[in-house]
């Protein structure tokens, strides 16, 4: 049987490395990345994706940036999957992380996800929370959690 294999990606390397890994255990199987828009992302970190090239004006409750992020992410994610001779599907989503992902990955038959783990600590886990212990407490399908080798 054929697995449907999600791996949500952000950007960090841990994403990446979640994403290599696919494409090293799981390169028969249809792989789906996914990225999800978080609304509330911004109002929460300090990291930014450098206001100065956001869309001035443009920008509706869902961040018209993260649309355009997530265009250069699959971008970046395709480059990848050809190199590795791989092929993988794309999806936006908007939402809380965690939540979107398992939503999304029991509203379309997946049956593994891969995932980063940004081994976030002290006040931002605190306030954020982990978004790869809240997928692997709550995911029905195995969850793979990935750290990048740094």
């Given at each position: 049987?054929?697995?449907?294999?999600?791996?949500?990606?952000d950007?960090?390397?841990?994403?990446?490395?979640a994403?290599e890994?696919?494409?090293?255990?799981?390169?028969?199987n249809?792989?789906?990345v996914?990225?999800?828009?978080?609304?509330?992302?911004?109002?929460?970190?300090?990291?930014?994706?450098?206001?100065e090239?956001?869309?001035?004006?443009?920008?509706?409750?869902?961040?018209?940036?993260s649309?355009?992020?997530?265009?250069e992410?699959?971008?970046?994610?395709?480059?990848?999957?050809?190199?590795a001779g791989?092929?993988?599907?794309?999806?936006?989503?908007?939402?809380?992380?965690?939540?979107?992902?398992?939503?999304?990955?029991?509203?379309?038959?997946i049956?593994?996800?891969?995932?980063?783990?940004?081994g976030?600590s002290?006040?931002?886990?605190?306030?954020l929370?982990?978004?790869?212990?809240?997928?692997?407490?709550?995911?029905?399908?195995?969850?793979t959690v990935?750290r990048?080798?740094?």
């Amino acid at each position: 049987m054929t697995e449907r294999v999600l791996v949500p990606i952000d950007g960090s390397e841990s994403s990446w490395a979640a994403l290599e890994y696919t494409f090293g255990h799981h390169d028969d199987n249809p792989i789906v990345v996914l990225y999800v828009a978080d609304p509330s992302e911004r109002a929460y970190t300090d990291r930014s994706r450098g206001d100065e090239d956001e869309p001035d004006g443009e920008e509706d409750s869902t961040g018209e940036y993260s649309v355009e992020y997530s265009k250069e992410l699959f971008e970046t994610a395709r480059e990848r999957a050809d190199a590795a001779g791989v092929e993988v599907e794309t999806e936006t989503t908007i939402g809380s992380p965690a939540d979107a992902i398992l939503e999304y990955a029991e509203d379309n038959e997946i049956d593994h996800i891969v995932m980063g783990s940004r081994g976030r600590s002290g006040l931002s886990r605190l306030l954020l929370g982990s978004v790869a212990e809240t997928v692997v407490r709550r995911s029905s399908v195995p969850v793979t959690v990935a750290r990048n080798a740094e």
